[in-house]
């Protein structure tokens, strides 16, 4: 079975708490039509019910796009919500078995934090499609991501480890840039659109600064 085609050019990761008074499900929605290539359902306070709610909700707002959904951590809401794919850190089950679990059609994403985070796990990674690097920068959204690894260390994780990588932590249209030059194929943002005034206005901007980017590679 054919695995889904997915952009990591301009991942979004949700966070509800950074929305305001806006709907969680319009602030997505602006985001895709702004130019978001990948959404990660992320919301830790929720439920196991209300998660597998609002990943069907995310699934049927983004199928009309092709955009896909990925779910972080939790397999059983991927499955559940019959998501496109899942992300899990590097406490969660590894790769090979969350592979046997969701099938072969569907994304795998892993998280590797720096260079040897990666040398304690290659096995977790067998079978993912691409690694989630970070944080590069120091974030306040997650506060429990661990200490920054700049570029030199998105560069040495990407080089190091040969998938597919999307850059996190921190970044924004001041940076994106620059994560694409050390190596990664994308960004992945929380709060540069999920609390941007504008979230249609912010994803444009940060994909224009990508592909630019992209182009002077």
């Known amino acids: 079975m054919m695995r889904h085609p997915f952009d990591l050019s301009l991942y979004l990761v949700t966070d509800p708490k950074l929305c305001g008074s806006r709907d969680f499900f319009e602030t997505v929605a602006a985001a895709v039509e702004g130019g978001v290539t990948l959404v990660q359902l992320r919301d830790p306070d929720a439920g196991t019910r209300e998660l597998v709610a609002i990943a069907r909700r995310l699934k049927a707002l983004l199928q009309p796009t092709g955009v896909p959904l990925i779910v972080?951590?939790?397999?059983?809401?991927?499955?559940?919500?019959?998501?496109?794919?899942?992300?899990?850190?590097?406490?969660?089950?590894d790769g090979a078995d969350a592979r046997r679990l969701i099938g072969e059609e569907r994304i795998l994403g892993i998280s590797v934090g720096n260079a040897s985070e990666h040398e304690a796990s290659r096995d977790a990674l067998a079978g993912a499609d691409y690694i989630g690097v970070g944080p590069v920068y120091t974030t306040a959204t997650k506060p429990n991501a661990g200490a920054a690894i700049g570029l030199k260390g998105l560069a040495a994780v990407t080089r190091a480890v040969g998938l597919r990588s999307v850059a996190i932590g921190g970044i924004g249209t001041a940076n994106a840039a620059?994560?694409?030059?050390?190596?990664?194929?994308g960004v992945a943002v929380v709060s540069a659109i999920?609390?941007?005034?504008?979230?249609q206005a912010a994803a444009r901007t940060l994909l224009e600064h990508i592909r630019t980017a992209k182009d002077t590679q």
């Open 72 to 93: 972080n951590d939790r397999i059983d809401v991927a499955l559940a919500a019959e998501a496109d794919g899942v992300h899990l850190g590097q406490s969660d089950m």
């Open 178 to 185: 620059e994560c694409i030059a050390a190596g990664a194929e």
């Open 194 to 199: 999920m609390g941007a005034d504008d979230p």
